[in-house]
């Protein structure tokens, strides 16, 4: 099979403002073209040479990245496969008259908001047909704002839309794919992608995060398991705070892998956040880079049984931009990485 992994991002991620001190900032994306760049996975310039961060060593790069080239914004009527036109009228108008809220508090926009928005929905669809053409075997795209708290009606804990779950309605409704898994690793629950698909018996949808008694957005309970036609197909993995890799691991083995097995994908996506670090600021999971590296090398391992290899991967959160940075850096490694441990 073959193992090229496509890299897409735009250097205007960084223009969707969110004000001083909010953890989701333009440094996040300067932050990743940094790591990917002193990590050797891709030769083109650095969009954002002033950016400077320490670190450390990273391993050799398996083989270089395909980077896409610059994403164009989505078409509105691929937003429209999962949010309802008044959304995005609601997320244009706040931005056209100069920025605000969306979410009590939580999810600030600016002006360029709305445009950087569908952009970052527009490289995950081109990281989706990448994978398609079969361009890449499997694709990242690092983009920002996030989509996994969006949730079909309202913008969610710094998300505007829903990303992924637009990326699976895409690949359904553009290319003919049919079951579609998403496995979310972010360390808060994907409460938007659940919301578009709980009924939905096509999507099968995996949540890890932390145990939502004690985390942003207090659902995914385990009881959380679909809705009518959609029951079974929606898993929630609480994880306890301070759990760390191998708790994580053993719920890979124990319930993401066998549930990847049972419902047999044409295609797989992940909602990537790498806020489950040890040193992310938001959470109390316990992390380490190599057990992003190692998940990611389990979904690969399933992809290459039930979906002829193909994965697309999307960046969600991860707010330690030092530890972000190493963390997708040790995810590409992962997806690189093609055939067994
Ligand atoms: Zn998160």
Redesign the pocket.
């Known amino acids: 099979m073959s193992s090229i992994l496509s890299f897409s991002s735009s250097p205007h991620f960084v223009d969707h403002r969110t004000g001083p001190h909010h953890p989701e900032r333009p440094d996040r994306i300067r932050a990743i073209a940094a790591a990917v760049r002193a990590a050797g996975l891709v030769d083109s310039a650095n969009p954002f040479p002033e950016f400077s961060l320490n670190f450390g060593p990273f391993p050799p790069p398996a083989s270089k990245l395909l980077e896409l080239p610059e994403p164009t914004p989505a078409d509105e009527k691929w937003i429209e496969l999962i949010h309802p036109r008044a959304h995005i009228e609601h997320v244009r108008h706040v931005c056209e008259v100069g920025g605000g809220v969306l979410d009590q508090g939580d999810t600030p926009v600016s002006p360029e908001s709305f445009d950087v928005a569908k952009l970052a929905v527009g490289a995950v669809l081109q990281a989706c047909d990448a994978v398609i053409a079969g361009t890449a075997a499997r694709a990242f795209a690092a983009v920002r704002p996030?989509g996994?708290h969006a949730e079909p009606d309202r913008a969610m804990?710094f998300c505007l839309f829903a990303n992924v779950a637009i990326a699976a309605r895409y690949l359904q409704a553009r290319h003919g794919i049919g079951k579609i898994a998403i496995v979310d690793f972010?360390?808060?629950h994907g409460n938007g992608t659940q919301a578009a698909f709980e009924a939905d018996p096509s999507i099968l949808f995996i949540s890890l995060h932390q145990d939502p008694r004690t985390c942003y957005p207090g659902s995914g309970y385990a009881w959380e398991t679909g809705e009518g036609a959609g029951q079974g197909t929606v898993i929630n993995l609480p994880m306890d705070p301070g759990s760390g890799d191998a708790e994580y691991l053993a719920a890979f083995h124990g319930r993401v892998l066998p549930a990847l097995d049972a419902f047999k994908p044409e295609m797989l996506l992940i909602s990537a956040?790498f806020?489950a670090h040890r040193d992310d600021p938001?959470?109390q999971i316990e992390l380490s880079e190599e057990a992003f590296e190692q998940m990611t090398r389990l979904l690969v391992q399933a992809a290459d049984a039930h979906t002829k290899g193909r994965l697309i991967s999307a960046l969600?959160?991860?707010y330690n931009l030092r530890a972000l940075g190493r963390s997708v850096v040790r995810h590409l490694a992962g997806l690189q990485r093609a055939g067994g441990l």
């Open positions: 996030p996994h804990g972010d360390v808060h956040g806020d938001l959470a969600e959160g991860g």
